[in-house]
T-cell receptor
Framework: NAGVTQTPKFHILKTGQSMTLQCAQDMNHGYMSWYRQDPGMGLRLIYYSAAAGTTDKEVPNGYNVSRLNTEDFPLRLVSAAPSQTSVYLC????????????????FGNGTRLTVT | RKEVEQDPGPFNVPEGATVAFNCTYSNSASQSFFWYRQDCRKEPKLLMSVYSSGNEDGRFTAQLNRASQYISLLIRDSKLSDSATYLCVVIPTDSWGKFQFGAGTQVVVTP
């Protein structure tokens, strides 16, 4: 049971390039999410998905996701900007029950992205 | 105002001492609370959930004060290995799926 796996661990992009950060979980979790973490700022939610086939955006521009199956939740940077330099963390959690959600998140070990 | 606020610290604690710190949240509709631990350049890892009546896990005690809208974490008999950043996490009832993270409190345990 690998938990949440993120690739790559590190990457350098040039402004305007695109790339996809991969995230996979093997815990059959319904909920998956992407955060970015910047010094002194805490974790900021980018996108989340309640289940395969659904996604919800929190940050308006610059990112796209897909959730074609339960396991995978890739994050795509459409046209990278220096402001997107950050550590990106993928997390998964339990299944949604009615309108509440109270399961803790399990994090991958992150992707450190630099946009030059 | 941030939705979840923490004193960034650092809290410098002698080994064996007790340290406590709080996390305040603004959304009174918040329903679930957690403490996470994050080591330098690592991902956050769940330390413990916070229950309404308060709960302990070994040397760690978590409390919830709904009236004043804060949670707390107390670490007794601090170990060098407790040095980390502690993040509080709040799940609001009215914003499903949008976990709210504090920026973290740094704890440094010294010999």
């Amino acid at each position: 049971n690998a938990g949440v796996t993120q690739t790559p661990k590190f990457h350098i992009l040039k402004t305007g390039q695109s790339m996809t950060l991969q995230c996979a979980q093997d815990m059959n979790h319904g909920y998956m999410s992407w955060y970015r973490q910047d010094p002194g700022m805490g974790l900021r939610l980018i996108y989340y998905s309640a289940a395969a086939g659904t996604t919800d955006k929190e940050v308006p521009n610059g990112y796209n996701v897909s959730r074609l199956n339960t396991e995978d939740f890739p994050l795509r940077l459409v046209s990278a900007a220096p402001s997107q330099t950050s550590v990106y963390l993928c997390a998964s959690g339990g299944q949604r029950k009615f309108s509440s959600y109270n399961s803790p998140l399990h994090f991958g070990n992150g992707t450190r992205l630099t946009v030059t | 105002r941030k939705e979840v606020e923490q004193d960034p610290g650092p809290f410098n604690v002698p080994e064996g001492a007790t340290v406590a710190f709080n996390c305040t949240y603004s959304n009174s509709a918040s329903q679930s609370f957690f403490w996470y631990r994050q080591d330098c350049r690592k991902e956050p890892k769940l330390l413990m959930s916070v229950y309404s009546s308060g709960n302990e896990d070994g040397r760690f005690t978590a409390q919830l004060n709904r009236a004043s809208q804060y949670i707390s974490l107390l670490i007794r008999d601090s170990k060098l290995s407790d040095s980390a950043t502690y993040l509080c996490v709040v799940i609001p009832t009215d914003s499903w799926g949008k976990f709210q993270f504090g920026a973290g409190t740094q704890v440094v345990v010294t010999p």
